[in-house]
C-alpha cells in the first residue's frame, strides 16, 4: 500500500530564511507522482508543485523546489526565501502507478509552517 | 481561483439527515474526485468519477454515494448524517484522471452536523 509520512507537525522561521519540510512515502510502483499542496487558513488547497517518478531534474517552481531522492523515498520541500504570506498547512501527496487505475491522492498529515518577521 | 466551484460553501445540519455537496469542474476537465477533511482522518480520498463513471472508491462510507452528470458537474450525497461526518469536503478535477496530472481543488464545502 502507498504511504505518505510528514513527520514535522510545526515549523517555524525566519522572514527571508529558507525552510525544508519533510516528507518520505513508500510505495512498491515504480511509476507515481508526488504534489504538494498549501492550505492557508481559509481552507483551500493550492498546488505548489509537482514531481514524477521519472522525472531526471528536480522539479522547482519559483521559490519552491522538491529535494526528490529517490533510493530514500524523500520529497522534501524547500521554500526559499520565506514570507509571511507562506504561513499555512502544507501537505505532501502521492498519486498512484501503474498497478492502479487511478490516480487519486494520499495525503500526509501535514506541516504546519509558521514565518516571523 | 482553480476554476472548480462547490456549492454551498458552509452547511450546518442535524444527525439524522441527509445533505447534497454539488461540485462543477473545470472547463475540459474529465476526472472529479471528492476528498474529506477532518480533524481525526486528516485528508481522505473518498471517491473518483472519470467521464460519468465511477473509477476509484476510497474509504468512503456506505451512507455516502456520489455521481458524476453527463455535463460532468458532480454530487457527493451524504445521509443518516452523524456527528463525525462534520468535516471539510473538497472537490477536485483533472483533465483526465492520468498520473502526473494536477489536480486542482474547490474551496470545499464545510460541513457541520449538530
Known amino acids: 500500500a502507498q504511504k505518505i509520512t510528514q513527520t514535522q507537525p510545526g515549523m517555524f522561521v525566519q522572514e527571508k530564511e529558507a525552510v525544508t519540510l519533510d516528507c518520505t512515502y513508500d510505495?512498491?510502483?515504480?511509476?507515481?507522482?508526488l504534489f504538494w499542496y498549501k492550505q492557508p487558513s481559509s481552507g483551500e488547497m493550492i498546488f505548489l508543485i509537482y514531481?514524477?517518478?521519472?522525472?531526471?531534474q528536480n522539479a522547482t517552481e519559483g521559490r519552491y523546489s522538491l529535494n526528490f531522492q529517490k533510493a530514500r523515498k524523500s520529497a522534501n520541500l524547500v521554500i526559499s526565501a520565506s514570507q509571511l504570506g507562506d504561513s499555512a498547512m502544507y501537505f505532501c501527496?502521492?498519486?498512484?502507478?501503474?498497478?492502479?487505475?487511478?490516480?487519486?491522492?494520499?495525503f500526509g498529515t501535514g506541516t504546519r509552517l509558521q514565518v516571523f518577521p | 481561483d482553480s476554476g472548480v466551484t462547490q456549492t454551498p460553501k458552509h452547511l450546518i445540519t442535524a444527525t439524522g439527515q441527509r445533505v447534497t455537496l454539488r461540485c462543477s469542474p473545470r472547463?475540459?476537465?474529465?476526472?472529479v474526485y471528492w476528498y474529506q477533511q477532518s480533524l481525526d482522518q486528516g485528508l481522505q480520498f473518498l471517491i473518483q468519477?472519470?467521464?460519468?463513471?465511477?473509477?476509484a472508491k476510497g474509504n468512503i462510507l456506505e451512507r455516502f454515494s456520489a455521481q458524476q452528470f453527463p455535463d460532468l458537474h458532480s454530487e457527493l450525497n451524504l445521509s443518516s448524517l452523524e456527528l463525525g461526518d462534520s468535516a471539510l469536503y473538497f472537490c477536485a478535477s483533472s483533465v483526465d484522471g492520468t498520473v502526473g496530472n494536477e489536480q486542482f481543488f474547490g474551496p470545499g464545502t464545510r460541513l457541520t452536523v449538530l
Open positions: 468519477y472519470y467521464n460519468g463513471e465511477e473509477r
Open positions: 514531481q514524477g517518478s521519472y522525472d531526471q
Open positions: 472547463s475540459g476537465d474529465l476526472s
Open positions: 510505495t512498491s510502483d515504480p511509476s507515481y507522482g
Open positions: 501527496a502521492m498519486s498512484g502507478g501503474l498497478s492502479y487505475n487511478t490516480d487519486k491522492l494520499i
